[in-house]
């Protein structure tokens, strides 16, 4: 695990000291998650590449979270004096050692759950999906924000594909893993994924997927408006919802920076007004809200354009999940 005060140094950018507290930028409010005083919204780390590489796929996504931070450094901030943000740092895969990174990035993303923060995870391979997963179950078990739990997964993959060898997931595996362990424990497997591809997904991943019984939307049926209706029943049907981006159901042109890009991908405004929607109806249920925690994956800044094109995504992305000014 990386302290958030070493990568406090990632974090510059402009300053605008003509304008005062008005002028502020993320760079200048965020602080260490360590010396968090009140909740906020606390960004962790996931810098993992085993998981793509088990999965046969291009690595680069542990080098995501670090350069990430520098992109979200210089966006203008519009949170108020009571609103807090956060670096907890990252935790880091060494070598071969997924599990091990899993179980510790749950651990990371527990405490902050109990601490009241609103959790962002900066991926990293999918495989961060996995860790999320165990350290919501760890925040939150016995709730019925965790009993009746949801999972909605902007993604041109299913991510359910059987592990090569027994105990040993990769980036492809997370939600596979996840229904096992909720099966096991006698809960229900609720999983919506949003921009599936086609010829990204075999018939046997189809197959399995309608095995779990996942709901899904294809890449080429997003910009229908039952899209919407289909999206705000699912929040609505849940207690707690685990939302997770991965970049690569962006079109190539907007996020070439990922492990396997995406042939098609889905509008980047369509899935920005569908994020804003699920925040918005999260935000507003009545028992409070239901979003638990929230991560971007499979960012990876070697495979990036030289204008870094796929991290400005991200950073929006992230900047639209914590909904500082919403």
């Known amino acids: 695990m990386s302290d958030a005060g070493s990568e406090l ?21 965020v602080q260490p998650a360590a010396n968090a005083t009140t909740p906020g919204v606390a960004l962790l780390g996931f810098a993992c590449d085993a998981g793509v590489r088990r999965n046969h796929g291009r690595v680069g996504a542990a080098a995501g979270p670090r350069t990430l931070r520098k992109y979200l450094s210089n966006l203008a901030w519009h949170g108020g004096a009571s609103t807090a943000l956060y670096d907890a740092g990252d935790v880091e895969c060494k070598e071969d050692g997924l599990e091990a990174a899993q179980e510790d990035y749950a651990q990371h993303a527990a405490q902050l759950l109990r601490a009241g923060h609103r959790v962002i995870g900066l991926g990293g391979g999918h495989e961060i999906a996995w860790a999320s997963y165990q350290g919501i179950a760890a925040a939150f078990v016995g709730e019925k924000k965790f009993e009746h739990l949801g999972i909605v997964n902007f993604d041109a993959h299913f991510d359910v594909r059987p592990p090569e060898h027994p105990g040993r997931g990769s980036s492809g595996t997370p939600f596979l893993q996840i229904a096992e362990t909720r099966a096991a424990a006698g809960l ?3 999983y919506l994924c949003l ?42 049907s849940c207690d707690g919802i685990y939302l997770t981006f991965c970049l690569d159901v962006l079109p190539p042109a907007v996020a070439p920076g990922v492990s396997e890009p995406s042939g098609l991908g889905i ?60």
């Open 9 to 29: 140094s990632d974090w510059r950018g402009r300053v605008d000291s003509v304008d005062g507290d008005a002028g502020r930028r993320w760079h200048q409010v």
């Open 195 to 236: 921009g599936i591809s086609e010829t990204g997904n075999t018939p046997a991943l189809f197959a399995q997927a309608a095995r779990l019984g996942v709901e899904h939307v294809a890449d080429v049926a997003m910009g229908e408006v039952a899209v919407d209706t289909k999206l705000r029943d699912f929040v609505a």
């Open 267 to 326: 509008p980047l405004h369509r899935a920005m007004a569908l994020l804003r929607q699920l925040r918005r109806d999260c935000r507003t249920a009545a028992g409070g809200d239901k979003l638990v925690l929230a991560d971007v994956a499979e960012y990876s800044p070697c495979l990036d354009t030289p204008d870094a094109r796929t991290a400005r995504t991200a950073a929006r992305l992230v900047y639209e999940l914590a909904a500082i000014s919403r």
């Open 188 to 190: 229900d497997f609720r």
